[in-house]
């Protein structure tokens, strides 16, 4: 549990579409007037994780050889988000997403982020320690937590981010590679 728990926190709290989104939209309409964009964004990310376990657990019980293959490419996807952390530049803190509830929801349908990331989290975590889908239930949570955590304190932590992100990348990075790595250590005792 601790392992998705980092690994949601690593994955939502770093800027992306939905913590700049949340960011802009607060600092342009107040954090309770803009809280909408990110329920519509929450709801987005419950629907996507919800139908991604099922998709997945379904797999896993129709053809029970799914499941490493799809642990395999979460880790292979945890090293590609390190690697990417560590090696690229400053991010832009620009965005042009701003709305209400339905922006929130339909930018998630297109955030591949937020496939990819509840694809990991379920096929990496959650399946394999036999979490149940209780356990899908802290993909919004965490995710929503980061982008209020955006919207309240943004501009502090935008500019902490634009100072330090080179070495704030690298410590993400190193985190996710200790969790794909870990990942590969339980599909090999499994074999």
Not at 141 to 167: D, P
């Amino acid at each position: 549990m601790a392992d998705l728990i980092v690994y949601m926190l690593l994955l939502s709290i770093t800027p992306g579409p939905n913590t700049i989104a949340s960011l802009i939209n607060a600092s342009e309409k107040g954090f309770f007037k803009g809280i909408t964009l990110n329920l519509g964004m929450v709801t987005g990310i419950f629907t996507i994780a919800s139908a991604s376990y099922v998709i997945l657990a379904t797999l896993g019980k129709s053809i029970p050889t799914s499941s490493p293959v799809f642990q395999i490419l979460g880790a292979i996807y945890l090293l590609y988000l390190a690697y990417s952390l560590a090696t690229k530049g400053k991010i832009s803190l620009e965005a042009d997403n701003k709305g209400g509830f339905k922006t929130g929801f339909m930018m998630q349908l297109v955030n591949i982020k937020v496939f990819l990331l509840c694809i990991t989290a379920i096929s990496s975590f959650i399946i394999p320690n036999s979490m149940g889908y209780p356990a899908v239930l802290l993909i919004p949570a965490i995710c929503f937590l980061s982008q209020i955590a955006w919207a309240l304190f943004g501009s502090a932590i935008s500019n902490i981010y634009r100072k330090y992100s080179k070495a704030i990348n690298i410590v993400f990075a190193l985190m996710l590679l200790y969790l794909a790595i870990k990942n590969v250590i339980a599909f090999i005792e499994a074999i």
